[in-house]
Structures are given as C-alpha cells and as structure tokens.
C-alpha cells in the first residue's frame, strides 16, 4: 500500500509517517517502479504500536526501547519494567504539576466573581501582579 493509504489505515499524518521513517522507528519501505514507499503489514502493525505508545504520551526514545524488545522476544523485560515505571513516575509527577497549575487558575478565577469593567478585573490584576513579581525575581542584563 501506498503511504496514504498507511496513514489512513492507521488514522496517522503522512508526515508523521515519515518523521517515523527518519527516526528509524518505521523500516525503509520498499519503493515501486515510480518510486512510491510501498508499506506492507510490518509497518501497519508497527505504526499501531507507535501510535499506542504515543497515546500513552511515551517518547520517541521510550519506544526505541519498546520496539527493541518486541522485536527480541527472547531477552528478558526486566528493562522494559523499569522504562514503564519511569514513566509511571513522570506521569505522576506531571499530574501534580497539572493540579497545581489548575490551583493557581481556580485561586485567579476566585479574584474575579462578578463580571465588572476589565480595568476592575480581579483576573486581570493577578495576572499582572505575577508578571511584576516574575520582573522582580528575574535578572537584568
């Protein structure tokens, strides 16, 4: 199959395929006579298991990993338990940035209950009030 075809097949971008391809995660494809890609039911499956890991928000190099270890059924996972761990840790640690940033809008939204004229806004004023302690803090060259 063509690449469009691959894309559609997968619900991918065309580009995405080929940043895959220039990432070595996706195998060259054959090329036809006219010099199209042609994709076969490797690349079909492989791009399924990339698009699940990127689901997962997995980097490109986590799934270098993954796709090692697919492909090397015989070693043993004890890394590829490791990797998931690691990025359970992220996860986590991002959902605690995530609930602070969502702290910091809900406190914002709290200065700011009755719609009123923007120079009067509580919103407004607290986003300014962080811009002048963020000058405050940052260094001048």
Known sequence: MKIGELAHLAGANVDTIRYYEREGLLPVPARSEGNYRIYGEIHVQRLFFIRRCRSLDMTLEEIRVLLHFKESPQENCADV?????RH?????QRV?????LERQLKDLRERCGDARDAAHCGILDGLSQAIETIGKTTPHS
Request: proline residues 0%; aromatic residues 0%; charged residues 25%.
């Open 81 to 85: 338990n490791r990797l998931l761990d």
């Open 88 to 92: 359970i840790g992220h996860v986590a």
């Open 96 to 100: 605690q940035e995530l609930q602070e």
